[in-house]
Nanobody, 123 residues
Framework: QVQLVESGGQLVQAGGSVRLSCQAS????????MAWFRQAPEKEREFVAL????????VYEDNVKDRFTVSRDGAKNMMYLQMNDLKPEDTAIYYC????????????????WGQGTQVTVSS
């Protein structure tokens, strides 16, 4: 089964940048879409961005599409989230997730999850 491990979360000042990484144990035959979600205290887990493993198609949540970039390195089974111009509203635990489905944006459609990494943006 696919195992995911996130890293890179940290405390950063508003306007700064953070790059998150997600290491997957295997992708080739078990994963077609990988995505980033985030969850702030007392909030629902929300979609941030996704990337397909074939074709590198990407989808972004509207509030981050001009600031965040999702990418992958298939040879290393790695997914990244480059976050620029961070805002206090971006503070959350960020999770990577994977699924055999294509382009889902609801958490319920993902069956593989990492443990999360904390990103805190100070103002």
């Amino acid at each position: 089964q696919v195992q995911l491990v996130e890293s890179g979360g940290q405390l950063v000042q508003a306007g700064g940048s953070v790059r998150l990484s997600c290491q997957a144990s295997t992708v080739t035959f078990n994963v077609f879409t990988m995505a980033w979600f985030r969850q702030a205290p007392e909030k629902e887990r929300e979609f941030v961005a996704l990337i397909t493993w074939s074709g590198d198609n990407t989808v972004y949540e509207d509030n981050v599409k001009d600031r965040f970039t999702v990418s992958r390195d298939g040879a290393k089974n790695m997914m990244y989230l480059q976050m620029n111009d961070l805002k206090p509203e971006d503070t959350a635990i960020y999770y990577c997730a994977a699924t055999r489905e294509l382009f889902p944006r609801a958490p319920a459609n993902y069956n593989y999850w990492g443990q999360g990494t904390q990103v805190t943006v100070s103002s």
